[in-house]
């Protein structure tokens, strides 16, 4: 080995250790290189594969939709199934029957000789006048029949709708049929006849009389009527009625108008007012009347109603009043009166309940008008108690027994032919009523 040979020998190394050096950086920069473009490769991978995905997820939605949208239209065009009345025309309008069978019995302790077991308060007996004892009396003429339609005219509240119900009660013998109730209603409007608007029987206590007691009323009146509702719980009816006065030339309507307002769940009250023209030859008066009502549930099953009214020259509408008007000497006289009923009824249970109620009505004192009168025909007061009970073993099935007694006091004693006094000023109606009703 010569002198170049030993200084060259290091340098070799040293050459072979920088490109050694250098040939392994170069691969690790390749290495790094080649990872770097493997992982932009899979991520490009995992990318696309999330676009397909997503793609075959929209479709699948669509499709969905699709399917959904044709179900809808299906279920739309499909009407919905509806109950099913019981006798529908080829008009489309629909009918239900409904009704009672009734059967009314009386056995009259003291009073009147009419021959029906109803309440004639205003017009039995006067003591020593041919009263009458210890008499029984029946029928069924108060058995109903009834019919409700339906027409498809509107929809809701606003369709339009009626009834016609019937009973046998018409006639001098009450016992030929009668028109009860037979109306149209559509929308807020009624047209024919129903409860008069003025005198409406919802604040009575419950009867086994179908002519209930004094101080209460039972009308009925042709009518157009028009109800305003100002909100759930308040509501203003207005109407034009036909009384019926037979004792009058009839000439205008009467015009009725009843604000109901529900304060609870268990207390509501009825406010009315009446006007009516009485018209006798040529003559005329104006009569008007007012009312209160009131129904207050005081405890769950137990139940308050009141009944009270304020009439002048009126009769039609509430029962057992004196003639409203009469004709005398080129003038006309108006009777006068207050009236109340008030009573409670106790639901026992889902088969018994029971009702105590009491009903008064006294008549303003007019000269004029008991002269034009008969004195003895015409009552200063009528008042009337009772107690009653009804029983139902099964829903459509209903027993009725009741107690009554009244008084009714006339201004005058009834006369003979020749003027002579034969009876006393006072009457009493003393009876035991009794009903047996099956409704369908």
């Known amino acids: ?124 007996a006067l003591e020593g006048n041919n009263e009458n004892s210890d008499r029984l009396r029946s029928t069924l003429s108060a058995t109903r029949l009834g019919m409700d339609f339906k027409a498809p ?34 929308a807020n409007w009624l047209i024919g006849q129903t409860w008069s608007n003025f005198a409406v029987p919802d604040y009575i206590p419950e009867t086994v009389d179908a002519l209930v007691y004094a101080g209460g009323s039972i009308k009925r009146t042709p009518q157009v009527r028009h109800t305003s509702t100002f909100s759930p719980a308040t509501n203003l009816v207005l109407a034009v009625e036909d009384p019926k006065d037979g004792s009058i030339k009839q000439r205008l309507p009467a015009l009725t108008a009843r604000l109901n307002h529900k304060f609870a769940d268990n207390l509501t009250v009825s406010a009315r007012a009446m006007g009516h023209e009485k018209r006798i030859n040529e003559d005329e008066e104006m009569a008007w009347g007012v009312g209160l009502g009131t129904k207050y549930e005081v405890v769950p099953g137990t139940t308050l109603k009141a009944d009270y009214y304020h009439v002048k020259g009126d009769s039609s509408f509430v029962s057992f009043a004196n003639t409203g008007v009469v004709a005398a000497g080129g003038n006309l006289y108006q009777s006068e009166f207050d009236s109340i009923t008030v009573g409670i009824t ?21 000269n004029g008008y008991l002269t034009a009168v008969n004195t003895s025909t015409v009552n200063k007061d009528l008042w009337q108690a009772w107690a009653n009970v009804f029983y139902s073993p099964t829903k459509p099935l209903s027993f009725g027994l009741e107690y009554i007694y009244g008084e009714r006091e006339a201004y005058g004693p009834a006369l003979n032919t020749d003027g002579d006094v034969i009876s006393g000023r006072t009457g009493e109606d003393n009876r035991i009523n009794a009903v047996a009703i099956y409704n369908f």
Not at 27 to 51: K, V
Not at 89 to 118: H, K, M, W
Not at 158 to 177: M, T
């Open 153 to 186: 005219v509107g929809a809701g509240d606003k369709a339009l709708s009626g009834k016609v119900e019937v009973d046998f009660l018409g006639g001098a013998s009450f016992d030929n049929l009668r028109i009860r109730h037979a109306y149209i209603s559509y």
């Open 346 to 366: 106790q639901q026992f249970n889902d088969k018994l309940r029971g009702t105590l109620g009491y009903g008064y009505m006294n008549f303003d004192q007019d």
């Open 1 to 124: 080995m010569n002198t170049t040979q030993l200084f060259n020998q290091p340098t070799i190394t040293f050459k072979r250790t920088v490109l050694m050096s250098m040939m392994a950086m170069s691969l690790g920069g390749i290495s790094l290189s080649t990872q770097a473009q493997t992982s932009t490769q899979s991520n490009q991978q995992e990318i696309e594969q999330l676009r397909q995905e997503v793609q075959a997820l929209r479709a699948l939605v669509e499709q969905q939709q699709r399917q959904t949208a044709v179900v809808t239209a299906h279920v739309a065009a499909t009407p919905a199934p509806a109950s099913k009345p019981v006798m529908k025309i080829a008009s489309g309008a629909e009918f239900n029957l409904y009704g009672n069978v009734r059967a009314d019995a009386s056995y009259q302790v003291e009073g009147t000789s009419r021959d029906l077991p109803y309440n004639h308060i205003n017009a039995v």
